[in-house]
């Protein structure tokens, strides 16, 4: 079946420093839907950017990230840290074949320390 | 705008014991989603409910049941409670037009705690 991997559990880094979070996923469709959720201590997760479109930069709050189909992957960055981008971060897949379930990867605990 | 209620916020239960979890949103959404969270394994699907009265079984299914009562609200029920369960229980709501391809809004969670 369809799966995600992100293979950090734990990015700790200084303030300023470029940040990315690896994401890759593994799908029988050819049209993915990827998203990146970021949840921050004691919030819920919210959407943080989405992208069906094949090498297509999407950006949003300074974040941004890009679907490569050639590599199933979906890394998430960011050119310079701040202190307030600490939160865990999930990268999910759907499939635009219409199925409803969204399949969630195991998240990335992201540190960025002053 | 809108919101997602869920209700309690904190659980504490004993071994083999039925639970209910109840969840109320009001963006009018059609789809509802219950998500169970642990650390170190994401966000793993136990129902979800297309409109009012639809029920499909997610990944996890198992050990727990759900009830669409009408479009705004979504209750989880775990079956029997396992001990020394602790978990996180996340509620979800989206318009459904896009399917699971729509941007989903999460609720702040109910805590459980199985003693």
């Known amino acids: 079946g369809d799966s995600v991997t992100q293979t950090e559990g734990l990015v700790t880094l200084t303030e300023g420093l470029p940040v990315m979070l690896n994401c890759t996923y593994q799908?029988?469709?050819?049209?993915?839907?990827l998203f990146w959720y970021v949840q921050h201590l004691n919030e819920s997760p919210r959407l943080l950017l989405k992208?069906?479109?094949?090498?297509k930069r999407t950006e949003h709050q300074g974040f941004h990230a890009t679907l490569h189909k050639s590599s199933s992957s979906f890394h998430l960055q960011k050119s310079s840290a701040q202190l307030s981008d600490s939160a865990l971060y999930y990268c999910?897949?759907?499939?635009?074949?219409?199925?409803?379930?969204?399949?969630f990867g195991s998240g990335t605990q992201l540190t960025v320390m002053p | 705008g809108g919101i997602i209620t869920q209700t309690p916020k904190f659980l504490i239960g004993q071994e083999g014991q039925k639970l209910t979890l109840k969840c109320q949103q009001n963006?009018?959404?059609?789809?509802m989603y219950w998500y169970r969270q642990d650390s170190g394994k994401g966000l793993r699907l136990i129902y979800y409910?297309?409109?009012?009265?639809?029920?499909q079984k997610g990944d996890l299914s198992e050990g727990y049941d759900a009830s669409r009562e009408k479009k705004s609200s979504f209750s989880l029920t775990v079956t029997s409670a396992q001990k020394n369960e602790m978990a996180v229980f996340l509620c979800?709501?989206?318009?459904?037009?896009?399917?699971?391809?729509?941007?989903?809004?999460f609720g702040p969670g109910t805590r459980l705690l199985v003693l």
């Open positions: 979800a709501s989206s318009t459904g037009t896009g399917g699971a391809r729509d941007t989903q809004y």
């Open positions: 799908t029988i469709y050819s049209n993915p839907f």
């Open positions: 992208s069906f479109t094949d090498n």
């Open positions: 999910a897949l759907s499939d635009i074949s219409g199925s409803w379930q969204l399949i």
């Open positions: 963006f009018n959404h059609d789809t």
């Open positions: 409910s297309i409109t009012e009265n639809d029920l």
